[in-house]
């Protein structure tokens, strides 16, 4: 398995896949999202600060729009909080269709994975407890996923919740990555628990999300159908979306 990081701007990649042509495939492929992205909103500053879902305007506008656009009407929410799920999924698709076998795209804790063989995913929440010890393990048959992670105690989410990390799974990153911030936004209050069971109601309600989990200090909440979790011993953290290969 050939692993590459790769950065531009707010964009920071790792790419875990069995073909080299098809990681640079990936990286081509999110560099030149970025790039329409950024000639879009240039001339569309609105599309980048709206905090309600926007369609674009016209009908000449690229596939990161589009993909965006759809993912914030689906969770009814801006449609800059799926980007960094959006420009996952383009590179691994981009990757899929280079030959890769199987390919992981992880865009700052935002994770696109295709293929036959699954990933254990490390997720990691900040200050809480069990930050780092927590491991979601798709299967191959799961594939293609979505997981994506939302805070708003670190990282640069915009978050106006209080949730250490909210992670989304679905078919496509791109809704993931909206969903994890919208249910994010829901995780706040002094009552820990009860804002996270209002998280998971809003996870739950929520089409095209497949299960969502929640850790909010030392509380952890779960809905729906998930990867099969597992608990690291202490002392065994992984790092920060450290991503381990089965």
Same mark, same amino acid.
């Not at 490390?122 to 069990?130: A, F, K, R, V």
């Given at each position: *398995?050939?692993?590459?990081?790769?950065?531009?701007?707010?964009?920071?990649?790792?790419?875990?896949?069995?073909?080299?042509?098809?990681?640079?495939?990936?990286?081509? =492929? +999110?560099?030149? &999202?970025?790039?329409?992205?950024?000639?879009?909103?240039?001339?569309?500053?609105?599309?980048?600060?709206?905090?309600?879902?926007?369609?674009?305007?016209?009908?000449?506008?690229?596939? %990161?729009? @589009?993909? *965006?656009?759809?993912?914030?009407? !689906?969770?009814? !929410?801006?449609?800059?909080?799926?980007?960094?799920?959006?420009? $996952?999924? *383009? &590179? =691994?698709?981009?990757?899929?269709?280079?030959?890769?076998?199987? /390919?992981?795209?992880?865009? @700052?804790? #935002?994770?696109?994975?295709?293929?036959?063989?699954?990933?254990? %995913?490390?997720?990691?929440?900040?200050?809480?407890? /069990?930050?780092?010890?927590?491991?979601?393990?798709?299967?191959?048959? #799961?594939?293609?996923?979505? !997981?994506?992670?939302?805070?708003?105690?670190?990282?640069?989410?915009? $978050?106006?919740?209080?949730? #250490?990390?909210? +992670?989304?799974?679905?078919?496509?990153?791109?809704? +993931?990555?909206?969903? =994890?911030? +919208?249910?994010?936004?829901?995780?706040?209050?002094?009552? %820990?628990?009860?804002?996270?069971?209002?998280?998971?109601?809003?996870?739950?309600?929520?089409?095209?999300?497949?299960?969502?989990? !929640?850790?909010?200090?030392?509380?952890? @909440?779960?809905?729906?159908?998930?990867?099969?979790?597992?608990?690291?011993?202490? @002392?065994?953290?992984?790092?920060?979306?450290?991503?381990?290969?089965?």
């Amino acid at each position: *398995m050939h692993e590459r990081r790769w950065s531009r701007k707010e964009t920071e990649l790792t790419i875990k896949s069995d073909s080299k042509r098809a990681i640079k495939s990936a990286i081509d =492929a +999110a560099l030149g &999202a970025r790039r329409e992205l950024e000639r879009y909103v240039f001339k569309n500053p609105d599309f980048r600060t709206s905090l309600d879902p926007m369609s674009p305007k016209g009908r000449d506008y690229p596939e %990161v729009v @589009g993909l *965006m656009r759809r993912a914030s009407e !689906i969770v009814e !929410i801006g449609p800059f909080a799926a980007v960094a799920g959006t420009i $996952s999924q *383009m &590179a =691994a698709e981009a990757g899929e269709r280079s030959g890769a076998d199987a /390919i992981l795209v992880d865009n @700052g804790g #935002d994770i696109a994975m295709i293929g036959n063989r699954g990933f254990q %995913v490390g997720i990691y929440s900040g200050l809480s407890s /069990i930050s780092g010890r927590l491991v979601l393990t798709p299967e191959p048959e #799961d594939l293609p996923l979505g !997981i994506c992670t939302s805070s708003g105690t670190f990282g640069h989410s915009l $978050s106006f919740g209080g949730a #250490d990390a909210v +992670a989304v799974i679905s078919e496509e990153s791109s809704i +993931a990555d909206a969903a =994890a911030t +919208a249910v994010g936004n829901e995780v706040e209050g002094d009552d %820990v628990e009860s804002s996270v069971k209002r998280g998971l109601d809003r996870a739950d309600d929520l089409p095209e999300v497949g299960g969502c989990l !929640i850790v909010r200090e030392d509380f952890v @909440g779960v809905v729906g159908s998930l990867p099969e979790i597992s608990t690291l011993p202490e @002392g065994k953290e992984v790092l920060p979306r450290e991503l381990l290969q089965t």
